[in-house]
């Protein structure tokens, strides 16, 4: 499935720094705006592919509302 974020990015010194607008936590850089879409998209792989240990039997959930 693919899916469509927005990319912001500035220039920081010689290199474009970007991040994902939707997904907080995926910044990267790079030298070009090719190189810097490729780096995004290794650093969001890496974000939604990461194992992650299942939690404890015992654990529960609950929805939880936040003001923003």
């Known amino acids: ?3 469509q974020f927005t990319l912001e990015y500035w220039q920081d010194g ?5 991040r994902l607008l939707e ?3 995926v910044f990267s850089q790079g030298k070009t ?3 810097l879409g490729e780096n995004i998209r290794e ?3 890496l974000m939604v592919s ?3 240990p299942p939690a404890p ?5 609950q929805e939880l509302e936040i003001e923003v």
Request: charged fraction near 30%; proline fraction near 8%; aromatic fraction near 8%.
């Open 33 to 35: 705006l090719d190189e």
């Open 14 to 18: 010689p290199w474009l720094v970007g």
């Open 43 to 45: 650093v969001f792989d």
């Open 1 to 3: 499935m693919r899916r």
């Open 50 to 52: 990461q194992d992650r």
């Open 57 to 61: 039997t015992a654990a529960q959930r």
């Open 23 to 25: 997904v907080p936590g």
